[in-house]
């Protein structure tokens, strides 16, 4: 096995392990906030769920989207490198989610629960924006250029 399939295996045991974990710490705390603002544990905790249900939904899906590489992969140097480059946009994306998503609590103590409903699809449709930029960039910057010789 070549150092390109050793690379997307530690690829997506980085990035599932750090989607788990990020899901893990946003819902356990996240439910405290929502069941405050909601004054409803049900509707709290079913919130929280959905929240958890897309946040995976989106991450996982950037980790699919961004897990192929068309650039040669020769050695272990090359492997790191490209490796590297994965794991830091997956973070990027994690962070971002989780920002949005304390966005989107903030708002929704501020209206009380109010509109929270309508903040959280326009959370989820920036995030949505976001993600597209950085997986287009992405694969675009990994396109051969017209006239290469591919590897």
């Not at 040669?72 to 973070?91: F, H, M, Q, W, Y």
């Not at 989107?104 to 309508?118: D, F, H, K, L, N």
């Not at 903040?119 to 976001?130: E, K, M, Q, R």
């Not at 930029?133 to 017209?146: F, G, I, K, N, V």
Request: glycine share 8%.
């Amino acid at each position: 096995m070549d150092a390109k399939f050793w690379m997307y295996l530690c690829y997506l045991a980085i990035s599932v392990g750090l989607t788990i974990w990020v899901a893990t710490t946003l819902s356990r705390n996240g439910l405290l906030f929502l069941e405050d603002v909601f004054a409803d544990a049900r509707l709290a905790k079913a919130v929280n769920h959905l929240l958890v249900v897309g946040f995976y939904l989106l991450n996982l899906g950037f980790v699919a989207v961004a897990m192929t590489s068309r650039t040669a992969v020769p050695d272990a140097n090359r492997a790191l490198e490209t490796l590297s480059l994965k794991i830091g946009l997956v973070l990027l994306v994690l962070g971002a989610l989780a920002l949005q998503l304390l966005l989107c609590g903030y708002a929704a103590a501020r209206w009380q629960g109010e509109g929270a409903a309508a903040s959280l699809s326009i959370t989820y449709g920036l995030l949505l924006l976001v993600i597209s930029a950085l997986t287009y960039r992405h694969s675009a910057a990994e396109r051969p250029q017209a006239g290469a010789t591919a590897n």
